[in-house]
């Protein structure tokens, strides 16, 4: 278990918080593209990709620092829902509609790793899942040792009742320690059907970064940062497994009320 903390950001305005937000997103780009070519993040549902699109297809300041290099980028989904990838609860479909398709031509080409759409109307989203995992060992373990993959870059979000990924509370899929990737069938979030990433798999990336905005989020980040009964709610336990690699980046109406100590930048 980590033992530093987090690193809490509040921003006063969606502006702001993309403004950083772009910053921590090239910064973890580039070191990833001096160590090994590529970029290799995985994203979430919810507001997270309007949020990443407001980051990412601001202008550049022309630097080599503020230039995403999109045809390096390997994106894959934090969680996705068992649907057919032009479905409106597609979180794949969703990146494409936010971001994806508004990157202009000169910034490249990402390589996109959706779930298996041959899979997604079995009754067990298992074989989804065993399906990803094996996308991801073709990225991640080119050699046989690899245990876990060690993504640059995880950008989660955190739903009202603490989950992220599709980890939800008090849930067995929390004690999953070999899977890379997990089956959930009865998501309490709709739909129920899901695929997700197993916390080791979070807490074991580069960086890793939550984005929580907004009023209703204030009861549940007050519970993983400040109370102990937060203490095993799913984002408090990425928090807990890897400690300053992770960063929050939320507005101040979602930490309204909050003690723990907060950053205005990077
Ligand atoms: O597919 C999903 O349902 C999401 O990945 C989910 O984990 C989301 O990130 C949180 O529910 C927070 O959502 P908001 O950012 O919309 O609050």
Same mark, same amino acid.
């Given at each position: 278990?980590?033992?530093?903390?987090?690193n809490?950001?509040?921003f006063p305005?969606?502006?702001a918080?993309?403004?950083?937000?772009?910053?921590?997103v090239?910064?973890a780009?580039?070191t990833a593209?001096?160590?090994?070519h590529?970029?290799?993040?995985?994203?979430?549902?919810g507001?997270?990709?309007?949020n990443?699109?407001?980051?990412?297809?601001a202008?550049?300041?022309?630097?080599?620092?503020?230039?995403?290099?999109f045809?390096?980028?390997?994106?894959?989904?934090a969680?996705?829902?068992?649907?057919?990838l032009?479905?409106? =609860? $597609? @979180?794949y479909?969703l990146?494409?509609d936010?971001l +994806?398709a508004k990157?202009?031509?000169?910034?490249?080409?990402? !390589?996109i790793h959706?779930?298996?759409?041959?899979?997604v109307?079995d009754?067990?989203p298992?074989?989804l899942a065993?399906?990803?995992q094996?996308?991801?060992?073709?990225?991640f373990a080119a050699k046989?040792s690899v245990?876990?993959?060690?993504?640059?870059l995880i950008l989660?979000?955190?739903g009202p009742?603490?989950?992220?990924?599709?980890l939800?509370p008090?849930?067995e899929?929390l004690r999953?320690?070999?899977?890379?990737?997990a089956a =959930? $069938? @009865?998501?309490?979030?709709p739909?129920?059907k899901? +695929?997700?990433?197993?916390?080791?798999?979070v807490?074991?990336? !580069?960086?890793?970064a939550?984005?929580a905005?907004?009023?209703?989020?204030?009861?549940?980040l007050?519970?993983i940062f400040?109370l102990?009964e937060?203490?095993?709610?799913?984002s408090a336990?990425?928090?807990?497994g890897?400690g300053?690699r992770?960063?929050?980046f939320?507005?101040h109406p979602?930490?309204?009320g909050?003690?723990?100590?907060?950053?205005g930048?990077?």
């Amino acid at each position: 278990m980590a033992t530093a903390h987090p690193n809490l950001f509040s921003f006063p305005n969606s502006d702001a918080l993309a403004q950083q937000l772009r910053v921590y997103v090239l910064r973890a780009q580039n070191t990833a593209l001096n160590r090994h070519h590529s970029f290799r993040l995985a994203v979430s549902g919810g507001s997270l990709p309007a949020n990443l699109a407001k980051a990412l297809l601001a202008p550049s300041n022309g630097t080599p620092e503020d230039t995403p290099q999109f045809d390096k980028w390997h994106i894959f989904f934090a969680d996705e829902r068992a649907v057919p990838l032009d479905d409106e =609860e $597609s @979180n794949y479909r969703l990146l494409k509609d936010e971001l +994806i398709a508004k990157i202009p031509a000169e910034l490249g080409t990402p !390589v996109i790793h959706p779930i298996d759409e041959k899979h997604v109307h079995d009754d067990d989203p298992q074989e989804l899942a065993d399906l990803y995992q094996e996308d991801l060992m073709r990225e991640f373990a080119a050699k046989d040792s690899v245990k876990l993959p060690v993504f640059d870059l995880i950008l989660l979000g955190c739903g009202p009742d603490g989950h992220t990924c599709s980890l939800f509370p008090g849930h067995e899929l929390l004690r999953e320690k070999d899977a890379w990737v997990a089956a =959930e $069938s @009865n998501s309490p979030k709709p739909p129920p059907k899901r +695929i997700t990433l197993t916390l080791p798999v979070v807490t074991h990336a !580069v960086n890793i970064a939550f984005v929580a905005t907004g009023a209703g989020k204030k009861e549940i980040l007050k519970q993983i940062f400040d109370l102990d009964e937060g203490s095993s709610l799913p984002s408090a336990l990425v928090n807990q497994g890897a400690g300053e690699r992770v960063s929050w980046f939320t507005d101040h109406p979602a930490i309204d009320g909050v003690s723990f100590p907060r950053r205005g930048s990077l």
